[in-house]
T-cell receptor, first 112, second 117 residues
């Protein structure tokens, strides 16, 4: 089966650092994505990992360990506008349709 | 960068009518597009994979005859909700696979909010 787990909610303080974890157990793997979704809007792409290691993009970084079925999204210098839902998604191999399988999302609240 | 558009962004209809939603990839060709549905406070649920020139692949539990998908060209996929009922009210989002800065990823349209009265 397909299983992607991430915490339901997290709270952090403006200016701080927060790490959102994601663990997965899927029948195939062709990359892991992180998306940000503000209420009432569609998801926007944040990062993509297909090899082990850390990918850094400004205030956002994403890490992947394929052997552990684990990823995290790291947000630095938190801003109020970072309050949103963060979605972890695993892409199936192309011979399985290449579709994204989403976790339930982590609702992040940034407090002053 | 890759852009995906959806039309309409909002639709309100009476129960029993059909609603068509368009998804377009604006600056790239997408042989595959995906249709999702999202209820409040929930994550995205994949409904079907739309393949250009062939039949869509539906996820388990999604009624093919109720949610008609047509992928007539490399830049356009349509989702028709037939005989819509209030329980079909939801946020419908499409996505398309594109390449940006050497990375292939899925880009989402802005979504269509459907309210069935």
């Amino acid at each position: 089966g397909q299983n992607i787990d991430q915490p339901t909610e997290m709270t952090a303080t403006e200016g701080a650092i927060v790490q959102i974890n994601c663990t997965y157990q899927t029948s195939g793997f062709n990359g892991l994505f992180w998306y940000q979704q503000h209420a009432g809007e569609a998801p926007t792409f944040l990062s993509y990992n297909v090899l082990d290691g850390l990918e850094e993009k400004g205030r956002f970084s994403s890490f992947l360990s394929r052997s552990k079925g684990y990823s995290y999204l790291l947000l630095k210098e938190l801003q109020m506008k970072d309050s949103a839902s963060y979605l972890c998604a695993v892409r199936a191999p192309y011979n399985q349709g290449g579709k994204l399988i989403f976790g339930q999302g982590t609702e992040l609240s940034v407090k002053p | 960068g890759a852009v995906v558009s959806q039309h309409p962004s909002w639709v309100i209809c009476k129960s029993g009518t059909s609603v068509k939603i368009e998804c377009r990839s604006l600056d790239f060709q997408a042989t595959t597009m995906f249709w999702y549905r999202q209820f409040p406070k929930q994550s995205l649920m994949l409904m079907a994979t739309s393949n250009e020139g062939s039949k869509a692949t539906y996820e388990q539990g999604v009624e093919k005859d109720k949610f008609l998908i047509n992928h007539a060209s490399l830049t356009l996929s349509t989702l028709t909700v037939t005989s819509a009922h209030p329980e079909d009210s939801s946020f419908y989002i499409c996505s398309a696979t594109g390449r940006l800065a050497g990375e292939e990823t899925q880009y989402f349209g802005p979504g269509t909010r459907l309210l069935v009265l």
